[in-house]
């Protein structure tokens, strides 16, 4: 019962897939799985997801920061579905923000160039609407900026 505090349980723990992670960042549900991004100190942004949303059900679909060893972790509100593609935002210490795209989990795709042209812009919350995807960027450079993408079909 969602409205009984005593009923809640815990499904998911960094160590429950085996790793020390400093926190759970981004929850985000997606053609009928569910999935958590999170942070590994040295080794880099993970993705994890499950179908039932069970404790010990999750099964890694990134384990190596999308492919950079700088990818270091994700920040609240930096996932995003929009027509059936899950979208990510990972910092990344060297490149900037790069937010990443994938319709299977498996298989992931740079999205929006590294950054949004700046190396300083380390952040990315997501937002669907109208068919288009908006990322609220931070950047202590140059300030905050609203971003937006469109999918081509």
């Known amino acids: 019962d969602i409205d009984n505090p005593q009923a809640w349980e815990q499904v998911f723990s960094p160590g429950d897939v085996g790793v020390i992670a400093s926190r759970a960042d981004t929850l985000q549900a997606s053609r009928g799985r569910l999935y958590i991004g999170l942070a590994v100190p040295n080794a880099g942004a993970r993705v994890y997801r499950s179908v039932t949303g069970n404790r010990f059900s999750w099964e890694p679909v990134v384990a190596d920061g999308f492919g950079s060893a700088t990818t270091g972790r994700f920040i609240s509100d930096a996932s995003a579905e929009l027509d059936g593609v ?68």
């Open 86 to 153: 899950l979208y990510v935002a990972a910092m990344d210490e060297a490149q900037g923000v790069g937010i990443w795209g994938t319709v299977d989990g498996r298989s992931w795709m740079r999205v929006a160039p590294a950054g949004f042209g700046s190396a300083a812009t380390f952040a990315a919350e997501l937002f669907p609407f109208n068919g288009r995807l908006y990322a609220w960027t931070s950047n202590y450079t140059v300030g905050q900026g609203v971003w937006r993408g469109e999918r081509r079909r």
